[in-house]
């Protein structure tokens, strides 16, 4: 857990209020989601081009940047087929950065939003919805806005 910590912390960067981390695993969307919460944090959500950039600039800092790269974000239309919503907030997207022809729910089973960088199939920091369960993939998490939850 120490060891954990210490690349959380080196791991890091300070974007605006959020903070965000890469583990060193890859799991499908809701072990993902549940690693995030183990760290008191959630999958990203990414609500504007600022943050996408600094979201992209963060991915190129880390040793998980590659040329053919994907990574979770915290995006969904589980709830209800083809509205977006983010796990964190359950707010609408109002930024959206999709790949050509997505989303598409390929097979009625294309639930969660991975980002992708890979320049030999031309898709450059783009959306594409893909299924929750069987595919594993690096994640973003971001840490949780302790403002949210307002006393009455």
Not at 18 to 42: D, R, V
Not at 63 to 86: C, M, P, V
Not at 118 to 123: K, P
Request: charged share 20%; with cysteine.
């Amino acid at each position: 857990m120490r060891r954990l910590l210490m690349l959380l912390f080196i791991a890091q960067a300070v974007l605006g209020v959020k903070k965000y981390f890469i583990p060193n695993i890859a799991a499908n969307w809701h072990k993902a989601q549940e690693f995030c919460i183990s760290l008191g944090m959630t999958l990203v959500s990414v609500e504007s081009l600022a943050e996408h950039e600094a979201l992209v600039k963060f991915i190129k800092q880390s040793d998980k940047f590659s040329n053919a790269t994907r990574f979770w974000l915290g995006g969904s239309d589980l709830a209800k087929e083809g509205t977006y919503t983010w796990v964190s907030s359950a707010r609408f997207f109002t930024f959206q950065n999709w790949a050509d022809g997505e989303p598409n729910n390929g097979n009625d089973t294309e639930h969660c939003i991975e980002m992708i960088h890979n320049i030999y199939v031309n898709r450059v920091w783009q959306w594409n919805d893909i299924n929750c369960r069987t595919f594993e993939a690096y994640f973003i998490c971001e840490s949780v806005d302790s403002q949210c939850i307002q006393n009455f």
